[in-house]
């Protein structure tokens, strides 16, 4: 079992920047593919970032791609969003995902096996 918790999230001004954090625990966390969803009201959730075990594959949606950052720091057991430009689209609720291996296609939710409880980001026009 991964236990996720994220972190970080807020209320941002639109060009604004957050960093959203996620620690886990329970596995050997550097086995683990880490991604990043969200989901607006009456939206359903969508893929924003991901990362593969090793770093060498990461993947980002278009809407966010050059804003966000994925990474992720092993010693910490922690994945980070670091997100900049922030856009009023950009409201929703965040959440980490793990899986033991990077899942195909990367951008489906339901292929990634541990959740968080997710952290609500408003960016204010």
């Known amino acids: 079992q991964v236990q996720l918790v994220e972190s970080g999230g807020g209320l941002v001004q639109a060009g604004g920047s957050l960093r959203l954090s996620c620690a886990a625990s329970g596995r050997t966390f550097s086995n683990y593919a880490m991604g990043w969803f969200r989901q607006a009201p009456g939206k359903e959730r969508e893929f924003v970032a991901t990362r593969g075990r090793s770093g060498d594959s990461t993947y980002y949606a278009d809407s966010v791609k050059g804003r966000f950052t994925i990474s992720k720091d092993n010693a910490k057991n922690t994945v980070y969003l670091q997100m900049n430009s922030l856009k009023p689209e950009d409201t929703a609720v965040y959440y980490c995902?793990?899986?033991?291996?990077?899942?195909?296609?990367?951008?489906?939710?339901?292929?990634?096996?541990?959740w968080g409880q997710g952290t609500q980001v408003t960016v204010s026009s």
């Open positions: 995902a793990a899986k033991k291996y990077l899942p195909s296609p990367y951008y489906r939710s339901h292929l990634y096996d541990y």
